[in-house]
């Protein structure tokens, strides 16, 4: 099975601040990486699909990047909002499998 | 607008099973990939299973977990996704999401998620 490794696990930032989780996955997975917000007690959020395509409806300041292995979600403005757990998932093939995610806390 | 609404999740006995029903609206259901995932409380999200389209086959994939244990099915006359669960353990304590899979036309994964059903493992 692929792994998926997220760094870092909890991230501290302030608002404005430019932000950046990885995702790294054991075996090269392509571009089928999606990247999630899930905030407590709620359903996940898809923000980007195919690495680098944004959902419908997800602020620009959110970006995804990477290819292979190596993954990047970039946030280039933290808002009050984004204060959150974020997650990565491979889809390649008939598997997937989560990071174990990056909480964004408040500084 | 997409709707999953989760149901049948509560509270079993350890060896018991459990059906979970997902009832989807504001799409084409029956061309639609779902699946399920789940969450322990206070840990990450863990991906369950999937099921395919009737037109794509309809086959299922499941994580190590819970195969041989859980079984995902649908009711494509009644929107309608399933998640038996048999052979309960403790461990699979946690809130279940369904969700939509694979979008052929996009590329895109997990688009859609219902708001969860909690399944409490205990004796």
């Known amino acids: 099975d692929i792994q998926m490794t997220q760094s870092p696990s909890t991230l501290s930032a302030s608002v404005g601040d430019r932000v950046t989780i990885t995702c790294r996955a054991s075996q090269s997975i392509n571009i089928w990486l999606a990247w999630y917000q899930q905030k407590p007690g709620k359903a996940p959020k898809l923000l980007i699909y195919k690495a680098s395509s944004l959902e419908s409806g997800v602020p620009s300041r959110f970006s995804g990047s990477g290819s292979g292995t190596e993954f990047t979600l970039t946030i280039s403005s933290l808002q009050p909002e984004d204060f959150a757990t974020y997650y990565c998932?491979?889809?390649?093939?008939?598997?997937?499998?989560f990071g174990q995610g990056t909480k964004v806390e408040v500084k | 607008e997409v709707q999953l609404v989760e149901s049948g999740g509560g509270l079993i006995k350890p060896g018991g099973s459990l059906r979970l029903s997902c009832a989807a609206s504001?799409?084409?259901?029956?061309?639609?990939?779902m699946g399920w995932v789940r969450q322990a409380p206070g840990k990450g999200l863990e991906w369950v299973g999937r099921i395919r389209s009737k037109t794509d086959g309809g086959t299922t994939n499941y994580a190590a977990p819970v195969k041989g244990r859980f079984t995902i099915s649908r009711d494509d006359s009644k929107n309608t996704l399933f998640l038996q669960m048999n052979s309960l353990e403790t461990e699979d304590t946690a809130v279940y999401y369904c969700g939509t899979d694979w979008d052929g036309h996009r590329g895109s994964q997990g688009a859609s998620w219902g708001q969860g059903t909690l399944v409490t493992v205990s004796s």
């Open positions: 504001g799409f084409t259901f029956s061309n639609a990939w």
């Open positions: 998932q491979h889809y390649n093939g008939d598997s997937r499998t």
